[in-house]
């Protein structure tokens, strides 16, 4: 069985060529750099984890799909300076390089269009990804047009990636509203959350226990091991867990595309992961 699904989603992703001309991923970014800890007794630098974006980006653009950054009011994402260090890119150093050399060159990364824009265009979006890092906990968190995206995403059944503290973005729609509730969903796991606050940042950010969140609001949270390379897809939402988790990801949030574009075809899709 564990063949037959794995043949499947291989067949899904190889027929994405056919469907992904002129089709567009909104990639939402955070655009904060600086995160209080201790009650505001300590900064530290941070933003957008680089593999976390880089490679879900490198992803859906092999696969054909052309891709918009959006931030809030347009600025420039900057990249957590943790997420440099080589212990996230065991075994592909060489993409670690391009990615870099991407963030610093790329027009389209470095012409990001504000949050208001990617509401005026929404329906030319087939997806959305939104990557992890600190940054967004203190900026999407708190941004009134986060809700409006997610929900719109949601409403018209389109992939819906969350990367690693992505996922607390349900969060800022109320209950009564969220289209998520009763989900399966993944996020950074509380072991892992206590080991980057106890050893990496050695501080406690505002925003945190996004685990206990989750359950509380009604999604049925899981998680694999800490570090693992784990992801979840329930219908069109995609949630993953780390900067390890890229892979996974990767493979869920193509499948969804697939099953995405065969639907608005009106041809009906190969089969479930």
């Known amino acids: 069985m564990k063949r037959l699904n794995l043949l499947i989603i291989v067949a899904m992703i190889t027929n994405l060529s056919l469907y992904s001309q002129n089709k567009k991923i909104l990639f939402v970014l955070s655009a904060a750099n600086t ?41 420039v994402a900057t990249i957590d300076e943790e997420s440099i260090n080589d212990k996230y890119w065991k075994e592909i150093f060489e993409i670690k390089s391009k990615a870099i050399e991407f963030v610093k060159k790329d027009y389209s990364f470095n012409n990001p269009i504000t949050l208001e824009n990617a509401i005026e265009n929404k329906a030319d979006y087939i997806g959305i990804i939104i990557p992890g890092g600190q ?44 289209p998520y509730i009763g989900y399966k969903v993944n996020a950074v796991s509380p072991m892992e959350e206590f080991v980057i606050e106890k050893f990496i940042m050695k501080g406690k950010p505002k925003n945190r226990k996004i685990a ?36 996974s990801f990767n493979t869920l949030f193509l499948v969804a595309l697939t099953g995405y574009l065969e639907t608005i075809k009106g041809i009906e899709p190969q089969g479930k992961p």
């Not at 941004?143 to 969350?162: C, M, S, W």
């Open 35 to 75: 995160l209080e800890l201790n009650k505001g007794q300590k900064l530290r630098q941070t933003g957008v984890f680089l593999n976390e974006f880089y490679l879900a980006y490198k992803s859906v653009t092999e696969n054909g799909f052309t891709v918009e950054f959006a931030t809030p009011n347009g600025v």
């Open 135 to 178: 940054g967004l906990m203190i900026d999407l968190i708190v941004d009134k047009n986060i809700p409006i995206l997610l929900e719109h995403f949601a409403r018209e059944n389109k992939p819906t990636g969350l990367i690693c503290h992505a996922p607390s973005l349900i969060l800022t729609i109320p209950k009564k509203e969220n």
């Open 212 to 247: 206990k969140q989750l359950r509380k609001l009604g999604l049925k949270y899981k998680s694999g091991l800490p570090k693992a390379n784990f992801a979840i897809k329930d219908r069109n939402l995609i949630t993953s867990q780390n900067p390890f988790s890229s892979s």
